[in-house]
Structures are given as C-alpha cells and as structure tokens.
C-alpha cells in the first residue's frame, strides 16, 4: 500500500511534465525519458502526448552522432568536446545507445564511469539510451529522447553508438551531422567494416594523436583522405573531413567544432539540412507503420495459426515459399 503510494507520487500531471521540461527542469526530463522506455502502454501513450505538446518546441538544437569502435577514445573524445561546448555557452545531452546491452545484459559503454566531468557539468545531461526493437522501430525512442532534450533547450544533442553493428546506420537517419572516430595504425582498417560507416559519415577524427602516436596519425589520415576521394560525392554538397585529435590532451577539438559549424552553414545555405531534416521525418513516418505492420501480422492469431498450417509445406518444399507468403498476405488483408 505504503509503495503503491509512493509510485502514485512519482507519476506527474502531463502539463506538469510538459511545463517542467520548457523549464529546463532536467530531473523532469529524466521522468519523461523514463516514460518513453517504458514498457508500459500507458507510460507511452502518455509519453506520445508530450512529445506532440513539445514537437513546436523542438528541431532548434543541432545533432551529432558519434561512432567508433570500442576503445577508439569515443566517452574521452565526448568528455573533452563536450567540455569545449559548454565553455563555449552551449548546453549539451549527451545519449549512449549500447548495442550489447539487451543481449549480455553486461555493457560496453556503461560499466565504467564515462564522462564523470562532463556528468557533473551544470550546462550538460548524459542518459544511456535503449537500443532495443521497440514499438516504432529500432531507435525510435532515441529519436524521442532527443526532442525532449530539444524542448529542454539543450542546443546540441550528441548520440553516441558503438561502431559494432549496425545501429549506427539507424542513427545516421536521426542526426545532421555523423562523426566517425578512428585510430591510426591498422592498416586493413580502410577496408573493414568501417567501410559503410565511412560512407556515410561526414568527418573521420583520428584520436590518440599525441605522444609517439602524432606521426602515424597523419599518415592514417592521408590515408582516409586517399580513400574517401574515390566515394562518390554526398547529397549534401559536403566534402568528408578527416582531422585529428587527442582527446586526452583536448587538442584538436576546436578544429573539430568549427568544422561542424561549417557543415551547419554551408548545408543551411544550400537548403540540404533542412531537406534532411524534413526526409528524416518522413523516414521515422515510415519505420513506424513497417515496424507496426509487421507487429500486426506476425502478433494475429489467424496468421500464427496459418503459418503453423504452412510452414512445414514450405520447409519440405512442398510449396513454394512466394505461394506461402501470398497467402498468408491474402488472409492479413482480409
Ligand atoms: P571508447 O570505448 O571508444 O569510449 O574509448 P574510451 O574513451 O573509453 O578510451 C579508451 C582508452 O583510450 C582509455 O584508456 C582512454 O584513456 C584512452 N584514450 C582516449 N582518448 C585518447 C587520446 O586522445 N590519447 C590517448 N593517448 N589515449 C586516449
């Protein structure tokens, strides 16, 4: 009864949820992040209703993601560029998606404490964000997340992935401007897995470039220039970056900012960021009604029990998996 009770109180009046976000009021904000994770139907619903009252309120901020593959310096690199922000008068959320965190229930990013200085930082806001197969689609509530922070008036968002999988590719459909930090020295590395990152990113950083390490760092971002001269050229007009940094020591992370400051001004200018934007919308509209439709077809009872009928047909090929398929599409329409 006595628990019933205190969980009543931790549940806040929409307009109370609403108001404390416009505020800047950051302990709110971590109880409406709360709700889109929910696993609850009434949390999401009420966490929907936020989002459509604070959507006038968002798209102000610029968003950046961050890949890497572990050990590549991303939470040093974020720490000490998120520091550069927030002396610069910005105010920075920070969100860490880790892919390995539903399968081993262990982590990549979140054991260790990251981003202890930023986290203490007045002008910034961590949150480790799910990136699980929820309702909506991979990443959706990432996206969500971000808008609240958005309505919180953070003015830059920088979304952290592991370059491990694929959800960087997910993330680079929520953001404008996709940062790829590497390291100097593996040789095969250009044509590893990173090769569709690298498409699709807007600057490659080579970190660690300090101490012993500053030559080869040069060498490696030769390289990538080399490299990156022969994909074709981006739909935003932008020509890809290569620069280096240390994390450790803060250096070269001005150079990194302005960079991105370019980026903003010179897509603005040409009217691609906005296009951007306005496609990333439509692509969320979308992965939700696939997500959803394909939650639809597989949760219905009359296709489970057709399928059953089926597959076995199918698996000793008995009938064609097209005629299968056509079928059970038939009935889903029905
Ligand atoms: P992440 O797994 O990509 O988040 O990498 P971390 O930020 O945890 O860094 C991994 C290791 O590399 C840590 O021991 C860091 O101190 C170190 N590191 C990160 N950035 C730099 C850098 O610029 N120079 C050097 N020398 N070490 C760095």
């Not at 892919?99 to 930082?121: F, V, Y």
């Not at 790829?180 to 690298?198: F, V, W, Y």
Request: neutral net charge; contains cysteine.
């Amino acid at each position: 009864m006595l628990k019933e009770k205190k969980f009543e109180k931790q549940k806040l009046k929409p307009n109370e949820y609403v108001n404390g976000i416009i505020s800047g009021n950051r302990v709110i904000l971590s109880r409406a992040i709360t709700l889109i994770e929910s696993k609850l139907q009434a949390d999401n619903e009420l966490a929907e209703s936020l989002i459509e009252q604070l959507l006038p309120r968002t798209g102000k901020s610029l968003r950046i993601g961050i890949t890497g593959v572990p050990g590549s310096g991303k939470s040093t690199f974020i720490e000490s560029f998120g520091k550069l922000l927030t002396s610069l008068g910005k105010k920075v959320a920070v969100l860490t998606i880790d892919p390995t965190s539903q399968i081993s229930k262990g982590s990549i990013l979140g054991d260790k404490t990251r981003m202890e200085e930023l986290a203490n930082d007045p002008d910034a806001f961590i949150r480790p964000s799910p990136s699980g197969n929820t309702l909506g689609g991979v990443h959706s509530r990432t996206r969500e997340t971000m808008l609240l922070c958005e309505a919180c008036g953070f003015d830059i968002i920088i979304i952290e992935t592991v370059g491990v999988g694929q959800s960087e590719v997910a993330i680079r459909g929520i953001v404008d401007f996709f940062l790829l930090i590497t390291l100097s020295g593996a040789g095969d590395e250009l044509q590893g897995i990173k090769r569709g990152i690298m498409e699709t990113a807007d600057a490659i950083v080579v970190n660690k470039a300090d101490g012993e390490n500053i030559k080869k760092a040069q060498r490696t971002k030769q390289d990538y220039i080399n490299a990156l001269h022969m994909f074709p050229p981006t739909a935003s007009g932008w020509i890809p970056q290569v620069l280096t940094s240390s994390a450790l020591y803060k250096e070269g992370l001005e150079e990194v900012w302005e960079m991105i400051e370019k980026y903003e001004s010179q897509t603005k200018k040409v009217g691609y960021f906005l296009r951007n934007r306005q496609n990333q919308n439509l692509q969320w509209m979308k992965d939700i009604i696939d997500f959803q439709l394909k939650y639809d077809f597989y949760h219905s009872a009359s296709i489970k029990q057709k399928m059953g009928e089926l597959e076995n047909q199918v698996r000793e090929e008995n009938m064609p998996a097209s005629t299968a398929a056509k079928i059970l599409l038939k009935k889903f329409r029905e």
